[in-house]
C-alpha cells in the first residue's frame, strides 16, 4: 500500500486538463479535482498489480484459450427484387432511395 505523500504525488501527475482537453469536454474545478482523485486511484491500482510476480506465467490475450469460433462462409441464394426491396422505405423503378448526404 502507499503512503498518503505517495497517492498526493500519483494524483499530482494526472494532467486533467490534457485529458478533458482530448475528450472535448469542459469542467469545473469542482469536476477536475474529483476526476484527478479517481484517475490517481486507477493508477494507484495499476502501481499494485505491476508489482504481482508473474515470472513463469505465459502471457495470454484472453483467460481461456479460444479457438477459431467463426463458421463457414456457405453461399447462399440471393434475395429476389421484390423481397430486398420490401424493407425500404423508399424506392423507385427496382431502386433504393437513400437521402442525398453529399452537396
Given at each position: 500500500?502507499?503512503?498518503g505523500?505517495?497517492k ?6 494526472v ?12 469542467l469545473?474545478?469542482?469536476?477536475k479535482?474529483e476526476?484527478?482523485?479517481n ?12 508489482s504481482v ?9 484472453h483467460a481461456?484459450p479460444l479457438y477459431d469460433?467463426l463458421r463457414?462462409?456457405?453461399a447462399?441464394?440471393?434475395?429476389d427484387?421484390?423481397?430486398a426491396l420490401?424493407?425500404a422505405p423508399k ?7 437513400v437521402?442525398?448526404?453529399?452537396e
Amino acid at each position: 500500500m502507499t503512503t498518503g505523500t505517495e497517492k498526493n504525488h500519483i494524483g499530482a501527475e494526472v494532467d486533467v486538463d490534457h485529458i478533458a482537453t482530448l475528450a472535448r469536454i469542459h469542467l469545473t474545478e469542482s469536476e477536475k479535482e474529483e476526476l484527478r482523485k479517481n484517475l490517481a486511484s486507477i493508477l494507484e491500482h495499476f502501481r499494485e498489480l505491476s508489482s504481482v510476480n508473474v515470472d513463469g506465467i505465459e502471457p495470454s490475450a484472453h483467460a481461456f484459450p479460444l479457438y477459431d469460433v467463426l463458421r463457414e462462409d456457405d453461399a447462399a441464394g440471393a434475395f429476389d427484387v421484390q423481397t430486398a426491396l420490401s424493407n425500404a422505405p423508399k424506392q423507385r423503378s427496382g431502386l433504393i432511395i437513400v437521402p442525398k448526404v453529399i452537396e
